[in-house]
Every structure is written in structure tokens, then in C-alpha cells.
């Protein structure tokens, strides 16, 4: 793929998706700048540039739109609280939105209007944006419907001037997120993980999990070129659960 001339922001990098997605693109050629608050887990990372940020910090979209030289942007960072539907906070609520919705928002506005044309943001969403169907995950699943919302209109924004929008829809990938999720469902519902595990994976037409690196594979593809006429879209990447 040609994406040996671009450079790249990527959030949520130290981690999952994040990372793979990161790995991918610096294996392509491209020149990555590695964000996210874990220092730790960026210390680790090959990429060209690390940044030790929040993306909910107000100050970050600018400090990362004066970037020199950035043609894509990927957000990935995101997290999750597995909460009782009758136990959910108010704060659950704010802090979920802050990481999954504000900031990509944030950042697309920032970073997305200073890419040239042929440039390309991708979202990282989730089937939970189409399906809101676990029910211990509804804070969740309303930020990836969000994500999913602001990714149709930048998109339309930002067509004619060449600059597509995508997001990706990821179902049930290896991440420590996942763990968060397999422990958080049993824990609310009483039953084992493992209980809990088999479940999900048989409701999988392709009947596994997928490793982050076959979510960063449709990224890496949705930013390239060879996706030139795709814009607004939001592509599933989940073994075939989720067909529309
Ligand atoms: P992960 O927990 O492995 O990685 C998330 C990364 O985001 C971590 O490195 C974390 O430090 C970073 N992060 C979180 N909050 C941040 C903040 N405020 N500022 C900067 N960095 C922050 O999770 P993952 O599974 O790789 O998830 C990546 C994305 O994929 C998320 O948006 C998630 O919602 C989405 N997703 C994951 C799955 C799955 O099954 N794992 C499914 C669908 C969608």
C-alpha cells in the first residue's frame, strides 16, 4: 500500500488496537506518531515519534495539529466501563464520553482541517455502535454511535476537499479491553469468565475472536489510496456478526 510518503497520528497507541495499528503503518513506510497517556506502553513501541498525552486534555488537538507534515489521523484511544444498566453514573457517562466522543471529535476537527488533500482520518468505533446490544456496555455503545454519527459528517465536510473519513466497527478483538470486558460481564451477571467467553465466541459467525492486527489491516486500508472512493463509511470487521 502507498502509504510510504505519509505520516500518521495514532492514538491509543500503546495498546490493542492502537498499537497494531501503529505497527502496521510503520511496516508500510509510513512515518507514525505514537500517542497515548501510557508511557510506559509507548517506551515499547517502534514508531518514528511518541507523544505522552490525554487525549481528553483540552490542550492536546492543537499541540498535535501543529504537527508539521501530518496526512492521516487515527483514533483509536477508547475506554469502557462494563456497569449494571440500572447502576450507571452520571460520571460513567461524562468520563466515557470525554475519551470515546469528545476527543476524537476534538482532535478530527484539529487535525482534520490542516491535512492536505488525499489525507484520511479513520475512527476506531465498534459493533456496539450499531447494536448497543450488551446491556452492561450502554454508556459505551451511545459513544460509538456518536463516533459513528461525526464520522458520516466530516466526512461529508470534507469531500470535496479530499479528505475521506472512515470508521472501522472492530467486534470482539484480543485486547486487554477485551479482558475488561470478559471479567466485567461476569462479574455483573454472576457467572464465570469463561462462561462468558464461550458465549460471545459462539455468537461469532466465523466462531473466534480477531487479533488486532486484522482490525489494522482494514485501517492501514482505509487510509491508503487504494480506498480513494470510499468516505462517511463504517466497516465491520467482526467474523461476520454484524452485516449491515
Ligand atoms: P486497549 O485498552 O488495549 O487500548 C486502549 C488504549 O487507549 C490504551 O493504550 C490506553 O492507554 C489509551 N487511552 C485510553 N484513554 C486515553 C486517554 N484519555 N488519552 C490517551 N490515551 C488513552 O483497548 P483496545 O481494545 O485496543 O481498544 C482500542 C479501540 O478499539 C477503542 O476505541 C475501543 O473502544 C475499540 N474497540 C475495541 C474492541 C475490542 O474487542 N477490543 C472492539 C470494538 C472496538
Not at 511496516?27 to 505522552?52: E, K, M, N, Q, S
Not at 492486527?213 to 487510509?223: H, I, Q, R, Y
Amino acid at each position: 500500500m502507498e502509504l510510504h510518503r505519509s505520516t500518521c497520528i495514532v492514538t491509543g497507541a500503546a495498546s490493542g488496537i492502537g498499537r497494531a495499528v501503529a505497527e502496521r503503518l510503520t511496516r508500510a513506510g509510513a512515518r507514525v506518531i505514537a500517542v497515548d497517556r501510557d508511557a510506559a506502553g509507548l517506551a515499547t513501541l517502534a514508531a518514528a515519534a511518541t507523544l505522552v498525552a490525554d487525549v481528553t486534555d483540552p490542550e492536546t488537538p492543537a499541540a498535535l495539529a501543529a504537527t508539521g507534515g501530518v496526512t492521516s489521523l487515527v483514533n483509536a484511544a477508547g475506554i469502557i466501563r462494563l456497569t449494571a444498566l440500572d447502576d450507571v453514573s452520571e460520571d460513567d457517562w461524562d468520563a466515557t464520553f470525554a475519551v470515546n466522543a469528545r476527543a476524537p471529535f476534538f482532535l478530527t476537527q484539529a487535525v482534520g482541517r490542516i491535512l492536505p488533500s488525499g489525507g484520511a482520518v479513520v475512527n476506531v468505533a465498534s459493533g456496539a455502535g450499531k447494536t448497543g446490544a450488551t446491556v452492561e456496555a450502554a454508556v459505551y455503545s451511545a459513544t460509538k454511535a456518536a463516533v459513528l454519527s461525526m464520522t458520516r459528517t466530516f466526512a461529508a465536510a470534507w469531500a470535496r476537499r479530499g479528505v475521506r473519513v472512515n470508521a472501522v466497527c472492530p467486534g470482539v478483538i484480543e485486547t486487554p479491553m477485551n479482558e475488561t470486558v470478559l471479567e466485567g460481564i461476569a462479574s455483573i451477571r454472576g457467572v464465570p469468565r469463561e462462561q462468558v467467553e464461550l458465549a460471545r465466541n459462539a455468537a461469532i459467525p466465523m466462531g473466534r475472536p480477531a487479533a488486532p492486527g486484522e482490525v489494522a489491516d482494514v485501517v492501514a486500508f482505509l487510509l491508503s489510496d487504494e480506498s480513494g472512493y470510499m468516505t462517511g463509511q463504517s466497516i465491520n470487521v467482526t467474523g461476520g456478526t454484524i452485516t449491515y
